[in-house]
């Protein structure tokens, strides 16, 4: 597992580690949301990603980087969301156990997406405390790895390889979005543009019902997520120390956004597009709708997060 | 316009004439859906196409193979669904007027797709006959020629393009599989097997509740579509004596299936490959999935035909 920061040469390995389980997914575009939003912009499907997300990408990273020794004994994290679903494919893959911690309350929906994939779960109360406790007792039992779902550099490395495929395919791009929730997006996006791109401005994305990001950012302290509100169920992680040093030296700016916005920049994707994403993903172009401005005319990277919806609730149903 | 079935060399011609302004839609495979099927199916997006559905490459072949004379003078149909897009967007890339004829009960979000492709509306009693006299009226009037939906060969030349695309790119097809309602797409689908690949085998797949062309084939003469129920809006037509000509001569099987069949089929591919299709595009794995036997370890061409829903009202709601 990586203990620095990522040099260059750290995402390029990571990006060799992880090819050939993981997708290299299309870029998109629709000429009628150019029209709209009056610049180019170019989707990165991780929507199309394995697991229905980027989070593969990490997990991939993190596994094929274990050693022999730690390998055996599998890996572990608490989590109910598309982390837990990556972590269990990577070791699946892998053919090692993957320990996860679901608080009892996670939706039926989950926690069968997450035993699809092998892996053990341990139910815990709906509160931090018990799931780290739960998943230290864990840890403990089986000497598993723990691995973070953002505050972790091997993950950071294997999410970055979704904006150096991005920035590889794509010259002279004016800015690269991704959404900003734990941070491990947007802080592999801020090395890979550094590193593969570095006139590209990098732009986090993010709920104004889940702002502690912009406000960290602004402060200059990591602010909690407290009481979160927002239909972007990826998004109500706070920064953690590692992702907070990478954003805060490389990103541009925070733009944040309502959500009657998100709701209808994903319906604008759906509908114009005909592909489906997460409401955390449709916070990308919502910010761009925004800031007509600052990106008319301009080449825009924006990266689809993930596309896990539950299709018996839209945000948009009456 | 052609006036005979489409020779191998006629369909190339189309192919060549429409290429510019038609999309050539990526072909899409689910490991997870082929698991379950116990086949390897090839789904060749036209939710992708311009217009959001195949229709368009009809509709441009129609309007480009009038002569100079006719061009002016624009194109007329009577439709409320995607040909009455593909058209009004086929004129409008050509600089012609186009003439919609569509009953005043028909959906307001279809009235304003066609509006937005700038073509003149007359709205009519929805019953069959106003809209024949309401479109003879406008022919008649401004001389514009009328360019049926699929009992057409320019516009089965049109379709056939699909196919053709799908054969070109996917060498030793055991089958196709595309939907069929008035039967432009299928007829299209049979010729293209015919002259690009003939060992594949045609299938038509079909609603239980519009079953029509499979009584047609089954019984020699073309069955009226009376009174169908179905959710699936695009299949809700009947053949035509060129549509039936082909296909009765081409066509290996129609396989209709059940309202509870296609519904889950649609969903499956929603969930599983997150892309957005159209109900009467997933008639097409419903009748995979219900003949497993007959599939099984074969390598399956299936033509998602459109993906134009509307999002307030999906079938899969309470």
Redesign the interface.
């Known amino acids: 597992m990586l203990d620095r920061i990522p040099a260059k040469q750290d995402i390029i390995e990571a990006h060799e580690r992880i090819k050939r389980q993981v997708h290299h997914t299309?870029v998109l575009t629709s000429s009628s949301i150019n029209k709209i939003a009056d610049c180019k912009i170019y989707f990165k499907c991780e929507?199309?990603q394995k697991v229905?997300a980027f989070k593969f990408r990490g997990a991939s990273n993190a596994v094929l980087s274990l050693n022999k020794n730690d390998l055996q004994k599998g890996v572990a994290t608490h989590s109910s969301g598309n982390h837990a679903a990556a972590l269990s494919l990577a070791a699946k893959m892998k053919n090692i156990p993957a320990y996860i911690v679901m608080p009892r309350t996670a939706p039926e929906i989950k926690k069968r997406a997450v035993e699809n994939y092998g892996a053990q779960i341990t139910f815990c109360e709906p509160t931090l405390k018990s799931r780290e406790e739960t998943l230290a007792k864990i840890v403990d039992e089986t000497g598993a790895a723990f691995i973070h779902p953002y505050d972790n550099y091997s993950i950071i490395a294997g999410q970055a390889t979704c904006g150096k495929e991005v920035l590889e395919e794509l010259h002279n791009l004016d800015f690269i979005v991704a959404p900003v929730g734990g941070g491990g997006l947007l802080s592999g996006t801020c090395l890979s543009a550094k590193y593969f791109s570095p006139q590209t401005k990098v732009i986090g994305a993010e709920p104004q019902g889940a702002d502690d990001a912009f406000r960290s950012l602004r402060d200059g302290v990591i602010h909690p997520s407290v009481n979160p509100k927002t239909i972007c169920d990826g998004l109500l992680t706070q920064l953690s120390e590692r992702t907070f040093n990478i954003i805060r030296n490389h990103a541009d700016e925070i733009i944040t956004v309502d959500e009657g916005s998100i709701i209808s920049a994903m319906?604008m994707i759906?509908?114009r597009?005909?592909?489906?994403?997460e409401p955390s993903s449709a916070v990308t172009l919502a910010a761009i709708l925004k800031n007509k401005e600052k990106f008319s005319g301009k080449k825009v990277g924006l990266i689809l997060s993930g596309?896990n919806v539950d299709?018996?609730n839209?945000p948009?149903?009456?």
């Open positions: 299309p929507n199309f229905g319906k759906w509908e597009m005909k592909i489906i994403i596309g299709l018996e839209l948009w149903k009456e």
